[in-house]
C-alpha cells in the first residue's frame, strides 16, 4: 500500500515542472505524446518514463520514490524531467519536481539517494567540446527540511 503500489507508468503528473502550466498529462504505458504533425514530427511536448528508485528521502520510515522522464524533443536536445513522490493518506504527492538541461548544458548525468539524501548530478558546460559532449559534472545534495528540499552540499566540477 505504500509508494511502490503506484503505477507511474500510467499516473497523472502535474505539467508545471515541464511546461510551467497548471495542468496535468498523463502517462500511458510510460509514455505521454502531445500532437504530432502528419509526418510524425512532435509538435507538442512528448515525455516517456525511464526510471523509479525508491528511498525514504522525507525520513518518515517510509519510502519515497524518484521519477525521471526523458524529454523527447523531436531534435537531438536531450532534457530531463525529475519528479519526488511521498504517499500522504494512500495517494501520491508530489514534494518536488525540476527540468534539467541538455547533455552538456545541464543535462541530468544522475540522480539517486544515498543516506536519506536526494544526490543530483548536473552536467557542467564549463569546457564542454560540444553540446554533446561534457567533461565535467556537478554533484548537489538535498536532504528534506520542514516540507521542502534544501541544499546541503554542492561539489566543484568533478571530471568524467
Known amino acids: 500500500n505504500g509508494i511502490k503500489s503506484i503505477d ?21 504505458n510510460g509514455r505521454y ?4 504533425d502528419a509526418g510524425g514530427r512532435v509538435t507538442g511536448v ?3 518514463l525511464v526510471d523509479v528508485e525508491y528511498a525514504d528521502l522525507t525520513r518518515d ?5 524518484i ?11 536531450m532534457p530531463t524531467v525529475v519528479y519526488v513522490y511521498a504517499m500522504r493518506a494512500g495517494q501520491p504527492v508530489m514534494l518536488w519536481g525540476f527540468t534539467t538541461g541538455d547533455r552538456a548544458d545541464g543535462g541530468l548525468r544522475s540522480v539517486s539517494a544515498e543516506r536519506g539524501e ?18 565535467a559534472y556537478v554533484r548537489t545534495r538535498y ?9 546541503v552540499s554542492r561539489t566543484g566540477l568533478l571530471a568524467l
Request: aromatic share 12%; hydrophobic share 40%; proline share 7%.
Open 46 to 48: 512528448w515525455l516517456d
Open 67 to 77: 521519477v525521471v522522464l526523458d524529454w523527447v524533443t523531436g531534435g537531438s536536445a
Open 61 to 65: 520510515g517510509n519510502d519515497d520514490a
Open 118 to 135: 536526494l544526490v543530483v548530478e548536473i552536467f557542467s558546460p564549463k569546457g564542454k567540446t560540444a553540446d554533446c559532449c561534457p567533461v
Open 8 to 28: 507511474f507508468a500510467n499516473l497523472a503528473f502535474p505539467a508545471k515542472p515541464v511546461t510551467g502550466e497548471r495542468r496535468t498529462f498523463q502517462l500511458h
Open 143 to 151: 536532504r528534506w527540511v520542514r516540507g521542502a528540499f534544501r541544499r
Open 33 to 36: 505524446r502531445d500532437p504530432e
